[in-house]
């Protein structure tokens, strides 16, 4: 098959979804698949194309001014109909059997230039962007509040905290904000399927947009190259000496990290805290941590590679994310290294971890730090759960059977999509 990707991001410099995408790609290739990539990016310095691990990317540049508001309107409906019209070039010119977007930049433009080209295309949805305006469900950022349901009168209220005393001024674009959403929604409903990476993300764009109740919407995860992750954490020497406890992510209130001290201080951990990742409650939870008088250790953000070192040799991952997680790079790679966690149960994160079977899931901060202590007193038990995730996530994650499905998809696709021509 030749198979356009278009994506939001890519390595080297991603988060999540660029490497979920990467690993897709690379899957693909080594099926026998002919891939061609297209990247979209707000970096005017970047250059036209690029190469990673032999994978050749388009770079195509979509600049957006640094303006609420006006900075969607260029990355969305500004964007939408010029990226179509160069995707539609590059279905031509490759002769293209099937168009897989990986995100909110590329879906909309690659459903309109699919369906003009005649060739089935399918859109994965890695988080909350054809509901949710600021994409993660979260009502108040400052205390990772989730929204009951996208209207008119809650988009008023989540504008308070984020516009502040701006927020009288805010108001009139509230319809351009409904309108958005809801062109999103249309036009992620003509793909030929939606691929949502968890069972949460799945049942909420259900529940939430009528639009999407007559798409196909399949359920498949992002793939986890789990022998490379092994490899590349095995790669250096161990980090420290003696046990840590590990927390990997954004600093940030919905990721939950102001609650990380206080449950390591009801568990009364007896180790460093490590913390990789940098984010707006940084310099708080520094604070935080110099008061409790805990060996806190902030090394901001650090290359995979590294992270991945640090993941390797780690006697726990605290995991305190807040919002409705649709699916943790980081905890798929913990679990393929086999590292005990303790997490907050929310969103896609229970796709993952199974409670008392491949890890150990909190309703609260309380639960949590009383889970972080169950880890810390039993070593058995830390090998038992960092055993069975190790398992689960090969057999469920691995990129190997992930790719595969990827695969049966697409050729059912094209297969219906040429009996319906004939």
């Known amino acids: 098959m030749r198979i356009l990707i278009a994506t939001d991001a890519f390595p080297p410099m991603c988060g999540g979804s660029g490497w979920s995408t990467y690993e897709l790609a690379k899957g693909l290739r080594a099926l026998g698949h002919d891939i061609t990539l297209v990247q979209v990016t707000t970096d005017v ?67 309109i230039a699919a369906r003009a080209e005649r060739v089935p295309v399918v859109c994965t949805v890695r988080d909350y962007w054809p509901i949710c305006y600021w994409t993660d469900l979260v009502h108040d950022p400052s205390s990772a509040t989730t929204c009951p349901g996208c209207s008119p009168a809650m988009m008023t209220r989540c504008l308070r905290p984020r516009a502040g005393v701006w927020h009288p001024l805010t ?162 790679e913990a679990s393929a290294l086999g590292v005990p966690i303790a997490a907050m149960n929310t969103g896609g994160t229970s796709d993952i971890i199974i409670h008392e079977v491949t890890g150990l899931l909190a309703d609260g901060e309380r639960e949590l730090g009383d889970h972080v202590a169950r880890l810390v007193g039993s070593a058995p038990e830390r090998d038992r759960l960092g055993a069975a995730a190790r398992r689960t996530v090969e057999a469920r994650f691995g990129a190997a059977a992930v790719v595969d499905r990827f695969q049966g998809l697409y050729r059912e696709l094209i297969a219906q999509r040429g009996s319906a021509t004939t």
Request: no cysteine; aromatic share 8%; net charge positive.
């Open 171 to 332: 108001l009139p674009m509230i319809p351009y904000m409904t309108g958005n959403l809801r062109r999103k929604r249309r036009r992620l409903a003509s793909a030929d399927a939606v691929v949502a990476v968890s069972t949460s993300v799945a049942r909420d764009l259900r529940d939430r947009a009528a639009e999407l109740r007559a798409t196909r919407v399949e359920t498949i995860p992002n793939p986890v190259d789990t022998a490379g992750i092994r490899a590349a954490a095995d790669a250096g020497p161990r980090p420290m000496d003696g046990e840590y406890a590990i927390y990997v992510g954004k600093l940030a209130a919905n990721k939950g990290s102001l609650r990380l001290l206080p449950a390591i201080e009801r568990a009364n951990l007896p180790w460093p805290l490590v913390v990789i990742g940098d984010g707006p409650q940084r310099a708080k939870m520094q604070d935080l941590a110099r008061r409790s008088g805990r060996d806190v250790r902030f090394s901001g953000w650090l290359p995979r590679e590294r992270v991945l070192i640090w993941l390797r040799h780690a006697s726990l991952l605290v995991f305190t994310s807040y919002w409705p997680e649709p699916l943790s790079r980081v905890l798929l």
């Open 45 to 111: 310095q970047v250059r036209r194309s690029a190469v990673y691990d032999g994978l050749s990317v388009d770079q195509y540049r979509a600049w957006a001014p640094r303006v609420p508001f006006v900075r969607n309107y260029f990355k969305n409906e500004r964007l939408y109909s010029r990226l179509a019209a160069y995707l539609r070039t590059i279905i031509r010119r490759d002769s293209i059997d099937i168009v897989h977007a990986q995100h909110v930049l590329t879906g909309p433009p690659s459903v």
